[in-house]
Structure formats: C-alpha cells, structure tokens
T-cell receptor
Framework: DTGVSQNPRHKITKRGQNVTFRCDPI?????LYWYRQTLGQGPEFLTY????????KSRLLSDRFSAERPKGSFSTLEIQRTEQGDSAMYLC????????????FGPGTRLTVL | AQKVTQAQTEISVVEKEDVTLDCVYE???????LFWYKQPPSGELVFLIR??????QNEISGRYSWNFQKSTSSFNFTITASQVVDSAVYFC??????????????FGTGTQLKVEL
C-alpha cells in the first residue's frame, strides 16, 4: 500500500531559476492538494484538484506559480523566477471525495532558494 | 474566515506524564470538520483523528483522547502516559463543509511537544 510520494525531496536553486515538483497521490484518491509550510508555521493551502480540474487557488499562489494535474493522476507544481521568499517545504496531500475527507500527506519537497 | 489557534508553542514533559494540547477554532459554518495531525522530526504529517461538527462525543484511542466542545470552540488533545516517541509537532486543523468545495485544511501554528526521560 503506497502512500503519497513527492519528488524531489530536496531542491536547492538560485534566485531567478524555475523549479518543478511532482506529486503522486494515493491511486484511488481523486482529490489532490498542495500546501506550503515555512519554519515554525502550519501548512498553508495553495491549491487543489478534483480529478484533472483545478477548482481552487489561494491568494498565496502568485502568477509565478502554476499547478497541473493532467489526466487526474500525478500533479506538478512549477515556480517560475524563484525568489528567496519561496524557500519552504511544499507538501502534497490526497483524499477521497466525500464526507470522510481526511487528507494523507506526502513527505514534502524542501525548496531552498539562494 | 476560518481560523485555528494553538496558543501553546512548546510543551516539555517528563515521560509518563499526561499532557493536553489545546486547540481553539473559529468558523461561521455550522458544518465543519476538525483534525489533528502529528509531524515527527522526519517531517511527514500523520493523520490522527477527524471529528465532524455534529458529533461532540469524546473519543479515546489507546493513550490518545480528544475533547470536542462546541460551546467553547475547542478541540483539545490529551496524551496519557507520554512516551519519548510522542515527541513531535502536533497540528490542529479545520475544514469547512462546503457543498461542492474542496475541504481545504486551515492549520494552526502547531505545538512542539518534547517528552524527556
């Protein structure tokens, strides 16, 4: 029974570069979420997908951020022209649609922007 | 807007002590869900419990118990006879029940629990 997986686990990049993260949800889950967590804080919602449709985006998600979920399976989160303030842990979670909507989280991708 | 407050930033206890982690929430919805997650040093959030707003019955699972009180908008978490392996950051989270919505989670800032020998 595989859980949510994320790649890469760590990414170090220089300011101004583009980065892309991947999330593979639990196979039967049709909802997929992205969160961002900075040091000493709880995760903050960024966006979510139901199947391939991106249904909600947080105001935290500036136009430098884009997320996709082609075919309703894995998802990618791309950050263009990275800034030092983008340094954080990016968490992916998935869940079943329905009343029992606990989200299962992946290990996260830690981004460091130099 | 929904909000979760975990006023305790850090708690240190000696093994076998009982410890209670506080969580206070704000929401305008009458239908909502409350959650607790554990984040050990490895970093991966682990789901512990879900409660819906219509079920105020307290729950016990082994050494863990949860006290949900709508009158005070609180959902507190107690660990009985704490162990070193309980050391982690614990997050309380809220999801509003939105028809057709995505049930995004709003997290508190977490409580760092340190259990020492």
């Amino acid at each position: 029974d595989t859980g949510v997986s994320q790649n890469p686990r760590h990414k170090i990049t220089k300011r101004g570069q583009n980065v892309t993260f991947r999330c593979d949800p639990i196979s039967e889950h049709n909802r997929l979420y992205w969160y961002r967590q900075t040091l000493g804080q709880g995760p903050e919602f960024l966006t979510y997908f139901q199947n391939e449709a991106q249904l909600e985006k947080s105001r935290l998600l500036s136009d430098r951020f884009s997320a996709e979920r082609p075919k309703g399976s894995f998802s990618t989160l791309e950050i263009q022209r990275t800034e030092q303030g983008d340094s954080a842990m990016y968490l992916c979670a998935s869940s079943h649609r329905g009343e029992y909507n606990e989200q299962f989280f992946g290990p996260g991708t830690r981004l460091t922007v130099l | 807007a929904q909000k979760v407050t975990q006023a305790q930033t850090e708690i240190s206890v000696v093994e076998k002590e009982d410890v209670t982690l506080d969580c206070v929430y704000e929401t305008r919805d009458t239908t909502y869900y409350l959650f607790w997650y554990k984040q050990p040093p490895s970093g991966e959030l682990v789901f512990l419990i879900r409660r819906n707003s219509f079920d105020e019955q307290n729950e016990i699972s082994g050494r863990y118990s949860w006290n949900f009180q709508k009158s005070t908008s609180s959902f507190n978490f107690t660990i009985t006879a704490s162990q070193v392996v309980d050391s982690a950051v614990y997050f309380c989270a809220l999801s509003e029940g939105v028809t057709g919505g995505g049930n995004k989670l709003t997290f508190g800032t977490g409580t760092q629990l340190k259990v020492e020998l």
